[in-house]
Nanobody
Framework: QVQLVESGGGLVQPGGSLRLSCAASGSIFNLNAMSWYRQAPGKQRELVASITRLGTTNYADSVKGRFTISRDNAKNTVYLQMDSLKPEGTAAYFC?????????WGQGTQVTVSS
């Protein structure tokens, strides 16, 4: 069993910042890439950012230069620092972890960007 627990979501004004965290636990011996996805109401879930175990990162074009993904392998935790947030960033944010050929999801944390 693998558990992913996200935290850090909330309400923030446009231009503000939030930091999301996702802690993995359970059978995570072969934990590899970790990612953040988001899903806005009525839209498909989309990749926001990903990071491999060795630290290689990838970002959606819409967040490049504003979001930073990082991870602490000792804590099996991935972070998403979100700066200069825009209203279109309002969505449920989900953590994803790949272990061998399997992918696991967290329960999601809501981010609302509004004045």
């Amino acid at each position: 069993q693998v558990q992913l627990v996200e935290s850090g979501g909330g309400l923030v004004q446009p231009g503000g910042s939030l930091r999301l965290s996702c802690a993995a636990s359970g059978s995570i011996f072969n934990l590899n890439a970790m990612s953040w996805y988001r899903q806005a109401p009525g839209k498909q879930r989309e990749l926001v950012a990903s990071i491999t175990r060795l630290g290689t990162t990838n970002y959606a074009d819409s967040v490049k230069g504003r979001f930073t993904i990082s991870r602490d392998n000792a804590k099996n935790t991935v972070y998403l620092q979100m700066d200069s947030l825009k209203p279109e960033g309002t969505a449920a944010y989900f953590c994803n972890a790949k272990i061998t050929v399997y992918a696991y999801w967290g329960q999601g944390t809501q981010v609302t960007v509004s004045s």
